[in-house]
């Protein structure tokens, strides 16, 4: 039972814990490099430094002057307490590595062929560094972080930030100027239009949870039109599936996809939800595809 209790700790720290404090609690993220104060490091944090009292009281409460937030809203008080259980005996009394992102149940299947590109991905080499200074491994991890990692490592170390951006006026106003309505997607993006979305209408409750389900959890990759031709939809490899494709969903049904939502994609980036999403849950997200992008066979 205790192993269970700390395995379900886990789930819930890497769903809602580890974008700031990292997989293994050690605040090495791409969100923690921009706040100030940074996240706790966990797995630099011994144990009689900081309570569990304290830590479930930050948890619940959050923590004025920083960007940690109370989590009442999202988790139960047994649930506060069990990812604080986790936290206290995975990072500050193991200091234990946790779950990694590169899997290739994430769509990473081969990732130790970047691992030249690492020391610029985690700011152990300056991305600014004299190219002289480095051996040809190290130029061929730099040229492979450039092409492969910068995506999503795009904060990494410099050693010269530059100047910092500020706005200036150019020229003043005339007489009679006005603003007309800004269009800022229509000619520069072909992703925003797939991100537009449109309310069901005549939708039974429980269509309306799967809405708004899709939206918080799905939409991120398949767009809120459910095409996945959205800016991070069009970046994956491969590609997230077009729900509104007739040749796809006219040859699937419920169970089917019911099943790669609980199960997940191999080699893909489609996970598997079923640690995170309820069979109701799941179920009302189905309905909602069935209603919205494209009816399934039972």
Not at 225 to 230: A, F, H, S
Not at 268 to 284: C, F, G, K, Y
């Amino acid at each position: 039972m205790e192993a269970k209790r700390h395995e379900i700790g886990r789930q819930i720290y890497n769903y809602r814990c580890y974008y700031c404090h990292g997989y293994s609690g050690d605040a090495k993220t791409l969100a923690a490099r921009n706040m100030q104060p940074a996240p706790r490091d966990f797995s630099n944090t011994a144990l009689h430094s900081l309570t569990k009292k304290q830590m479930l009281n930050v948890v619940t409460v959050g923590k004025n002057g920083t960007a940690m937030t109370g989590f009442t809203k999202f988790l139960s008080t047994e649930e506060i307490a069990i990812v604080v259980d986790f936290i206290r005996h995975e990072f500050m009394a193991k200091q234990l590595e946790n779950t990694r992102y590169h899997t290739p149940e994430n769509g990473w299947p081969e990732h130790k062929k970047y691992k030249a590109a690492y020391p610029f991905a985690t700011g152990e080499i300056a991305l600014d560094i004299n190219q002289q200074k480095l051996s040809e491994q190290q130029r061929l991890g730099l040229q492979l972080y450039l092409e492969s990692c910068i995506t999503c490592h795009d904060n990494s170390y410099v050693e010269d930030k530059g100047d910092i951006w500020s706005t200036q006026a150019i020229s003043y106003p005339r007489n009679n100027f006005s603003f007309s309505n800004f269009d800022g997607f229509t000619g520069a993006s072909t992703y925003q239009k797939h991100d537009t979305f449109e309310k069901l209408t005549n939708a039974n409750k429980q269509q309306l949870l799967g809405e708004q389900l899709f939206r918080d959890n799905c939409a991120f990759c398949h767009a809120m039109d459910g095409t996945g031709l959205n800016w991070i939809g069009s970046f994956l490899d491969e590609k997230p599936q077009n729900l509104q494709d007739p040749a796809f969903m006219s040859r699937i049904n419920k169970p089917a996809i019911k099943q790669m939502i609980k199960k997940g994609k191999v080699n893909t980036s489609m996970p598997a939800w079923e640690s995170v999403l309820t069979e109701r849950q799941i179920d009302a997200i189905i309905a909602y595809i069935d209603k919205a992008f494209h009816r399934l066979s039972d």
